[in-house]
């Protein structure tokens, strides 16, 4: 497994799949709201969130089950970090993410949340002694705060706000936490049985969550089961996959197809939800945001690495 994941041709296109589904979750949540007829109560949000990742995770659980015969489990450990990722990388995030989407555009929201990329370069800088910060990554950081800058100001500074698109920031953050925790929990477990479980308990957080303050699902129908049932297993397989390339490669290498997110996600939620994506900042936005990435991953061999 290890040879498959680490190979450059398995690699981009495992990697590109993940994030083009993250990409679609942008509009598909929106349509969700719709379709369940879930209103501006945070609680409602959070249930349906809930119910997303509980169900993603019996996906990857059961699909785990089948793949080995055997039950899947963690290791004494293990399980500390397991329940970390439950709460940070699904429950946190995920509070942040549904509430932060529901108060921006689909576009807005995709193109902010591609900071992870650039938060993942900071903190790999302070845990991992082999990704240090450099001029070039600098200047990629400063395109990729510029892109999303543009984004949320470009319009007036009534466009930035704490509960949209600051939400969706520390989604993000959320996100490259939960990304470091999970190659932890993946040195001594299955990164199936770690994404699973993960997923499970903090959906069933979400939904407890959800459900005290009085969530539910109000409205029924097979269109919104559907969409549910997609945004779960767009959830299970790109976790999974995502789970399994970060347990045998750098976070820097891998945070590189993020930049995927922004681009899927504000050309789907143009199709999908009709919305204007042709505006000059978001094109300008896209291409900083794009640039800053290319510029963050590209190897030069005479930079010197800045010291801590």
Aim: proline share 3%; net charge positive.
């Amino acid at each position: 497994m290890k040879k498959i994941l680490t190979n450059p041709y398995w690699v981009i296109p495992l990697a590109v799949l993940c994030n083009v589904l993250w990409g679609s979750a942008y509009p598909s949540v929106k349509i969700g709201y719709e379709l369940f007829n879930i209103t501006d109560s945070v609680f409602e949000k959070l249930f349906f969130a809930g119910a997303r990742f509980a169900a993603a995770g019996v996906m990857v659980l059961i699909a785990a089950w089948a793949a080995r015969r055997k039950f899947p489990r963690v290791s004494r450990e293990g399980a500390p970090f397991v329940l970390l990722m439950a709460v940070i990388y699904t429950a946190v995030q995920y509070i942040f993410f549904y509430v932060g989407l529901s108060n921006t555009t689909g576009a807005n929201g995709s193109i902010v949340n591609s900071i992870q990329t650039f938060f993942a370069v900071i903190l790999a800088h302070f845990a991992y002694k082999d990704d240090k910060l450099n001029a070039r990554k600098l200047i990629g950081v400063t395109l990729g705060f510029a892109g999303v800058l543009t984004v949320t100001l470009g319009g007036g500074a009534a466009q930035m706000r704490l509960t949209g698109e600051g939400f969706i920031l520390l989604a993000a953050l959320s996100f490259v936490i939960g990304s470091m925790i999970s190659k932890r929990a993946t040195k001594t477990d299955d990164a199936m049985a770690v994404t699973g479980y993960n997923l499970l308990i903090g959906g069933m957080i979400l939904i407890a969550i959800g459900f005290a303050g009085g969530g539910q699902f109000k409205t029924l129908s097979a269109a919104g089961l559907g969409i549910l049932g997609y945004l779960a297993f767009l959830s299970a397989a790109a976790f999974t996959i995502w789970t399994m390339l970060l347990q045998y490669n750098p976070l820097g290498k891998i945070a590189v197809f993020n930049f995927i997110i922004p681009v899927s996600g504000t050309l789907l939620s143009a199709m999908f939800l009709g919305e204007d994506i042709f505006k000059p900042r978001y094109l300008v936005s896209l291409a900083l945001v794009c640039a800053g990435i290319v510029i963050v991953n590209t190897k030069k061999t005479e930079e010197r690495t800045i010291e801590k």
